[in-house]
């Protein structure tokens, strides 16, 4: 018997109701990149019986149980890049998107941003088209995060508001699909198809390859479900679309997935093994981006040296016109434990070296191109391209990192520190790999390499076993850094992690939310004592566009990538004496800091520059 039929099969006689296990089943065998890595969890309520016929005696002319044994047999060793072949049991045509719209919704951290530019990025080649607005949609897709509790929570409420809108859907148009991508599909697996019947695809962070057969499978009234973690996908070739057409800033994915295994985190359950992305493939992207920007700045010489009476246009509301990317931000679970072994001649056994006083729970790793070289390359390929990274781990800032954001002007000289706690006790119950005087003293030394860096970090609120004097701790090393931002959260517990399986979570809730309102009002204090030291100062900042409170006013970012915000006004050019303009979006500009809050600079605006002439004037 055909494996598919067998597995309908027993769907049947199982009354529907545990056919997801059955289905897993198939998924666990046939690995990543098989043609059967899906759920088929007809539901009842959606049959669609010409359609299903008609997939039902494809299905019998299949592919056979052999292809699913070899596909067992050989996991992990298709390259990503590789072309497919279509399964046997979905017609060419039905891969495509046939014009569907599409509409995407990210929630959660940056990385989600760029996946959802990454799976659109796929099914874009497919054939779809994207919308922006949900009633026309045929296709949503709702990228998701389960970081907290709350934020499930929060795509569980909006699967409710969907679910009337599929409803109400006139039968004249082809039906709603929705789907849900990344982590929370990752951790909630066929719970989420059973709890939520409305939902047609499934597709873990490894999965974005498989969406148009996913979505070809849902055309026909099944579900499909692809989870699969792999060990080496990156989606190094696929080049994500950019989501915004005003963006100043974009996203360029290094590595993926975590190793450290912190006792609170579901991440690396969610997004599996650290894999990093070949420095080439990550070097290509950026040279393109960078191509962009000069695309953009030639059209724009263009146009004020053809028009040079009428060089400052008035502006159109809201949209400030012409845009310019000068800033790329280097993206990664771990993105400064980076480390390409893509090929063999990387591979010497060069030592790591941590942070003084950092370890890792797991077992050093050895060779590879690590993130300093990777960062050097970046930096180099267009001076006028602003480089971050995020999100670090402490432990992987060895001095070569630190040297090398101290003497290139266009690597920003802002570090994200997460500390999470104060309390070299909790710290060790969360598996951190270093205790609270290591990481203060990583802070000093940081300081004394980088010097005006600006620091932020995260800090969790009542995590298992936190007494009120751990909590004191954490209020004194806010005071002791004196950060310029922070994100701060009250602990979650998350299924899986060891804190679920070895620790009590013991702090009410009520103490979690009074310690973490504690924390907030002092890291709101020390930013803004850390920040008002910048009153009188002349920054660059890069300018995103009209600030959202006011007409008259820009809002740009400094280089520790706070909000500066200025009124919009007429102002020399450095490199052009004697012409007046005003600021655009992507322009690099002087402001003259005159007030500072905890979460934002105001200035007046000097002078349009570059980021190479900007470092004479700070
Ligand atoms: N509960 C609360 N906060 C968490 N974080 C990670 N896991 C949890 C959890 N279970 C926070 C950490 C991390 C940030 C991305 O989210 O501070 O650095
Ligand atoms: Fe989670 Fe970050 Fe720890 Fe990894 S390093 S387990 S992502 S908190």
Same mark, same amino acid.
């Given at each position: 018997m055909h494996p598919l039929q067998c597995v309908l099969q027993v769907q049947r006689s199982l009354g529907w109701g545990p056919l997801a296990s059955v289905s897993w089943l198939s998924l666990r065998m046939c690995r990543a990149h098989?043609?059967?890595?899906?759920?088929?969890?007809?539901?009842?309520?959606?049959?669609?019986?010409?359609?299903?016929?008609?997939?039902?005696?494809?299905?019998?002319?299949?592919?056979?149980?052999?292809?699913?044994?070899?596909?067992?047999?050989?996991?992990?060793?298709?390259?990503?890049?590789?072309?497919?072949?279509?399964?046997?049991?979905?017609?060419?045509?039905?891969?495509?998107?046939?014009?569907?719209?599409?509409?995407?919704?990210?929630?959660?951290?940056?990385m989600n941003v760029n996946d959802t530019e990454i799976a659109w990025s796929i099914l874009q080649k497919s054939g779809y %088209? @994207?919308?922006?607005? *949900?009633?026309?949609?045929?296709?949503? &897709?709702?990228?998701?995060?389960?970081? /907290? $509790? +709350?934020?499930?929570?929060?795509?569980?409420?909006?699967?409710?508001?969907?679910?009337?809108?599929?409803?109400?859907?006139?039968?004249?148009?082809?039906? %709603? @699909?929705?789907?849900? *991508?990344?982590?929370?599909?990752?951790? &909630?697996?066929?719970?989420?198809?059973? /709890? $939520? +019947?409305?939902?047609?695809?499934?597709?873990?962070?490894?999965a974005y390859r498989d969406l148009p057969r996913l979505l070809a499978v849902a055309e026909s009234g099944q579900q499909a479900a692809n989870v699969l973690l792999s060990l080496d996908e990156t989606y190094a070739d696929v080049m994500p679309v950019q989501t915004s057409a005003s963006a100043t800033s974009a996203f360029v994915s290094i590595m993926r997935g975590c190793d450290n295994m912190c006792s609170y985190c579901i991440v690396p359950f969610t997004r599996g093994r650290e894999r990093s992305r070949p420095i080439a493939s990550i070097l290509e992207e950026v040279k393109k981006l960078s191509e962009q920007r000069r695309g953009f700045s030639m059209l724009f010489r263009l146009v004020s040296i053809s028009r040079p009476q009428v060089f400052l246009p008035p502006r159109p509301p809201k949209v400030l016109g012409l845009q310019g990317l000068k800033e790329v931000t280097l993206l990664g679970q771990n993105v400064n434990s980076f480390r390409d072994?893509?090929?063999?001649q990387f591979n010497s056994a060069v030592p790591t070296n941590l942070s003084r006083g950092f370890t890792t729970n797991y077992k050093t790793k050895q060779g590879g191109l690590r993130f300093a070289h990777l960062l050097?390359?970046?930096?180099?390929?267009?001076p006028e391209m602003r480089i971050r990274f995020t999100s670090p781990h402490p432990k992987d800032f060895p001095d070569e990192v630190l040297q090398l954001i101290h003497e290139r002007d266009n690597i920003c000289k802002q570090i994200h520190l997460p500390a999470q706690s104060g309390s070299s006790r909790v710290l060790e119950a969360m598996r951190r790999g270093y205790s609270r005087e290591a990481y203060v003293e990583l802070v000093h030394h940081i300081r004394e390499s980088i010097p005006g860096v600006s620091l932020s970090s995260d800090f969790i609120a009542?995590?298992?076993?936190?007494?009120?004097?751990?909590?004191?701790?954490?209020?004194?090393?806010?005071?002791?850094?004196?950060?310029?931002?922070?994100?701060?959260?009250?602990?979650?517990?998350r299924q899986k992690t060891r804190a679920?399986?070895?620790?009590?979570?013991?702090?009410?809730?009520?103490?979690?939310?009074?310690?973490?309102?504690?924390?907030?009002?002092?890291?709101?204090?020390?930013?803004?004592?850390?920040?008002?030291?910048?009153?009188?100062?002349?920054?660059?900042?890069l300018v995103e566009g009209l600030s959202k409170r006011s007409a008259t006013d820009l809002c740009g970012r400094n280089d520790g990538n706070l909000k500066v915000?200025?009124?919009?006004?007429?102002?020399?050019?450095?490199?052009?004496?004697?012409?007046?303009?005003?600021?655009?979006?992507?322009?690099?500009?002087?402001?003259?800091?005159?007030?500072?809050?905890?979460?934002?600079?105001?200035g007046h605006v000097l002078c349009r520059t570059t980021l190479r002439d900007s470092s004479a004037y700070c």
């Open positions: 098989s043609s059967l890595s899906s759920t088929m969890c007809p539901s009842p309520e959606r049959q669609e019986d010409g359609a299903r016929k008609d997939f039902s005696s494809r299905l019998a002319a299949g592919p056979t149980f052999q292809h699913f044994l070899k596909s067992a047999s050989a996991p992990q060793e298709k390259l990503s890049s590789e072309v497919e072949d279509p399964p046997p049991y979905l017609m060419m045509d039905e891969l495509l998107g046939r014009q569907r719209k599409v509409y995407l919704e990210t929630y959660g951290c940056q %088209l @994207r919308t922006s607005n *949900l009633q026309e949609a045929d296709v949503i &897709l709702l990228v998701t995060c389960s970081i /907290r $509790e +709350k934020a499930e929570q929060t795509i569980w409420n909006r699967l409710h508001q969907l679910k009337a809108l599929k409803t109400r859907r006139p039968r004249s148009r082809v039906p %709603l @699909r929705i789907g849900i *991508l990344g982590c929370m599909a990752e951790r &909630l697996k066929e719970e989420i198809l059973n /709890r $939520e +019947k409305m939902v047609d695809i499934l597709a873990g962070p490894d072994n893509s090929e063999v050097d390359q970046v930096s180099r390929v267009d009542g995590f298992c076993g936190e007494t009120e004097e751990d909590h004191v701790q954490t209020v004194s090393l806010l005071r002791e850094v004196q950060y310029n931002m922070g994100f701060l959260f009250a602990y979650s517990m679920y399986h070895r620790l009590k979570d013991d702090v009410p809730e009520e103490v979690k939310l009074r310690r973490l309102e504690e924390l907030i009002t002092i890291f709101r204090e020390e930013a803004t004592k850390a920040n008002q030291t910048s009153v009188g100062c002349t920054q660059l900042v915000i200025f009124p919009d006004a007429e102002m020399e050019d450095v490199n052009n004496p004697g012409l007046r303009v005003r600021a655009q979006p992507g322009d690099y500009v002087l402001v003259k800091i005159t007030s500072a809050s905890s979460q934002t600079l105001r």
